[in-house]
């Protein structure tokens, strides 16, 4: 008897142990994915019934909390909404968070264990609980050139700070209301959601960061021109063949340049020449004698085949591996598999500008208390040293030159040195060009670095390219925020 009743003993203490460990575990370890999981609507309802703390840009609020006469005692508000969306998201009463307002919600609601005292301190002073507020690395008057350069066009700019990685501006088009889908009306906030689903423009994709990437095409070229001077075997007066059509490898494809003729002139065209006039075959020979390891080896330098947080979810650019030399020849030039982000491409201009230093990119400059003490800052975070100094010195010249007179002539700023490159990339037979700009100015001392992504031709199907869609939006934005 007493043997049994020793072992029903232990399987209860071992019951015990198990339901102390499990209840720790989910308490103490994961509280705090529990609470970002986008499933878990408690948390959300919860997040209601305090004063959400406000996304601030420039010290002004651009996402706040307002009282509401209902049961959910706060409505959310976004200023200047379809500006800022792809910064702040928004919070519905019916569904997950997106933008900051998901990954900074523990902030946003006071629930974050850095605000644990504050939280504390408010059930003693029994004074209403009040969520962090965040400033947004976010330039409002960036911002807004940014916007009113892309138009109607389909696409997204960034622009960066080289020196530091923060991100000055994001915008992305076709955008859409955030204040539409937080109302306190569950069957409005459904209708105005499913209507965004059902719009085949897809407005609630961040295009600067995520949604179906596109192919880089020639901007892809800086990656593979860091490969060939990294590697000591190439400089910019290094030569190639020069012909007019380059049959590829093991294959019956023709590869030809944008101009349909030969490099300029000559039997031969130099490497600096072929990356001001963004001539594609002397970049697929290139690309040949680099090999596909080599290419890979430099773009996933720059980040590419990686996910990163800034803190929204960049999508991972894509690099592809186990390539054939036809298939290396069509990558390096930024074609076949090869996908990009906007944000991703703004890495790689912004580390040339600074001399070779990838910089990790930030929208969040810092987190405050309730009483605007501040609770986070955040420093500017070097990633990798991804090329050499006098390599980006060399890359920052050769793109000079492409704005100069070159293939990113429309980007041209009267007194200032724009070094930038463009890119028309192809995406099928009969399919609309997708049309690029990255760059920095100015360039001896870059301030700004700004990517350009125009899909869809930007309304030209094929007949629209890089230099003439893209660049001058660059050139616009850099204008403004260079005169402000």
Same mark, same amino acid.
């Given at each position: 008897?007493?043997?049994?009743?020793?072992?029903?003993?232990?399987?209860?203490?071992?019951?015990?142990?198990?339901?102390?460990?499990?209840?720790?575990?989910?308490?103490?370890?994961?509280?705090?994915?529990?609470?970002?999981?986008?499933?878990?609507?408690?948390?959300?309802?919860?997040?209601?019934?305090?004063?959400?703390?406000?996304?601030?840009?420039?010290?002004?609020?651009?996402?706040?909390?307002?009282?509401?006469?209902?049961?959910?005692?706060?409505?959310?508000?976004?200023?200047?909404?379809?500006?800022?969306?792809?910064?702040?998201?928004?919070?519905?009463?019916?569904?997950?968070?997106?933008?900051?307002?998901?990954?900074?919600?523990?902030?946003?609601?006071?629930?974050?264990?850095?605000?644990?005292?504050?939280?504390?301190?408010?059930?003693? =002073?029994?004074?209403?609980?009040?969520?962090?507020?965040?400033?947004?690395?976010?330039?409002?008057?960036?911002?807004?050139?940014?916007?009113?350069?892309?138009?109607?066009?389909?696409?997204?700019?960034?622009?960066?700070?080289?020196?530091?990685?923060?991100?000055?501006?994001?915008?992305?088009?076709?955008? $859409?209301?955030?204040?539409?889908?937080?109302?306190?009306?569950?069957?409005?906030?459904?209708?105005? $959601?499913?209507?965004?689903?059902?719009?085949?423009?897809?407005?609630?994709?961040?295009?600067?960061?995520?949604?179906?990437?596109?192919?880089?095409?020639?901007?892809?070229?800086?990656?593979?021109?860091?490969?060939?001077?990294?590697?000591?075997?190439?400089?910019?007066?290094?030569?190639?063949?020069?012909?007019?059509?380059?049959?590829?490898?093991?294959?019956?494809?023709?590869?030809?340049?944008?101009?349909?003729?030969?490099?300029?002139?000559?039997?031969?065209? =130099?490497?600096?020449?072929?990356?001001?006039?963004?001539?594609?075959?002397?970049?697929?020979?290139?690309?040949?004698?680099?090999?596909?390891?080599?290419?890979?080896?430099?773009?996933?330098?720059?980040?590419?085949?990686?996910?990163?947080?800034?803190?929204?979810?960049?999508?991972?650019?894509? $690099?592809?591996?186990?390539?054939?030399?036809?298939?290396?020849?069509?990558?390096?030039?930024?074609?076949?598999?090869?996908?990009?982000?906007?944000?991703?491409?703004?890495?790689?201009?912004?580390?040339?500008?600074?001399?070779?230093?990838?910089?990790?990119?930030?929208?969040?400059?810092?987190?405050?208390?309730?009483?605007?003490?501040? &609770?986070?800052?955040?420093?500017?975070?070097?990633?990798?040293?991804?090329?050499?100094?006098?390599?980006?010195?060399?890359?920052?010249?050769?793109?000079?030159?492409?704005?100069?007179?070159?293939?990113?002539?429309?980007?041209?700023?009267?007194?200032?040195?724009?070094?930038?490159?463009?890119?028309?990339?192809?995406?099928?037979?009969?399919?609309?060009?997708? &049309?690029?700009?990255?760059?920095?100015?100015?360039?001896?001392?870059?301030?700004?670095?700004?990517?350009?992504?125009?899909?869809?031709?930007?309304?030209?199907?094929?007949?629209?390219?890089?230099?003439?869609?893209?660049?001058?939006?660059?050139?616009?934005?850099?204008?403004?925020?260079?005169?402000?």
């Amino acid at each position: 008897m007493n043997r049994e009743l020793k072992r029903v003993s232990m399987v209860v203490l071992l019951m015990f142990v198990a339901l102390l460990t499990s209840t720790t575990v989910v308490q103490a370890f994961q509280a705090d994915n529990l609470a970002a999981d986008a499933r878990n609507t408690r948390t959300l309802y919860d997040s209601f019934q305090v004063e959400r703390g406000a996304i601030l840009a420039d010290g002004k609020p651009i996402a706040e909390s307002v009282p509401a006469d209902d049961d959910y005692k706060f409505l959310r508000t976004y200023s200047n909404g379809p500006l800022y969306a792809p910064v702040t998201g928004f919070i519905p009463i019916n569904g997950a968070p997106t933008g900051l307002e998901h990954a900074l919600n523990a902030e946003l609601t006071g629930t974050s264990n850095s605000q644990f005292f504050d939280k504390l301190s408010s059930i003693i =002073t029994g004074q209403k609980p009040r969520g962090a507020a965040v400033g947004t690395t976010i330039d409002p008057v960036t911002q807004q050139a940014a916007w009113d350069a892309l138009g109607d066009l389909k696409g997204a700019v960034i622009v960066t700070e080289p020196k530091t990685g923060r991100i000055l501006a994001m915008v992305s088009k076709p955008g $859409y209301d955030p204040n539409t889908l937080t109302v306190h009306d569950n069957k409005k906030v459904t209708d105005a $959601y499913q209507a965004l689903l059902d719009n085949p423009d897809d407005p609630l994709i961040n295009r600067a960061i995520r949604g179906d990437l596109n192919p880089p095409g020639s901007v892809f070229k800086l990656v593979v021109t860091a490969a060939a001077l990294e590697s000591g075997e190439f400089t910019p007066e290094s030569t190639f063949p020069n012909p007019a059509t380059l049959t590829l490898p093991g294959s019956t494809a023709v590869v030809t340049n944008s101009s349909r003729g030969t490099c300029g002139g000559g039997a031969t065209v =130099t490497l600096a020449t072929a990356l001001r006039l963004s001539c594609n075959i002397p970049f697929a020979e290139l690309g040949l004698q680099l090999g596909d390891a080599a290419i890979r080896e430099q773009a996933e330098k720059f980040g590419f085949n990686s996910t990163y947080g800034v803190p929204l979810s960049v999508a991972e650019s894509v $690099y592809p591996r186990d390539l054939d030399k036809a298939q290396t020849a069509l990558s390096a030039f930024g074609q076949y598999d090869v996908r990009a982000t906007p944000m991703q491409m703004a890495i790689v201009s912004a580390t040339i500008a600074n001399g070779g230093i990838a910089m990790e990119p930030n929208l969040v400059d810092e987190i405050l208390a309730p009483n605007l003490s501040p &609770l986070e800052s955040f420093q500017a975070k070097e990633m990798a040293t991804v090329i050499s100094p006098e390599t980006a010195a060399t890359m920052t010249q050769m793109m000079v030159n492409g704005v100069k007179d070159g293939a990113a002539s429309n980007a041209r700023i009267d007194g200032v040195d724009v070094a930038g490159k463009t890119g028309t990339a192809q995406n099928g037979k009969d399919l609309p060009y997708t &049309l690029w700009f990255t760059g920095f100015a100015p360039a001896q001392d870059p301030q700004f670095a700004i990517t350009v992504l125009i899909e869809d031709g930007g309304g030209l199907g094929q007949e629209g390219y890089g230099n003439l869609l893209a660049a001058p939006v660059a050139q616009e934005v850099l204008e403004a925020v260079l005169d402000k």
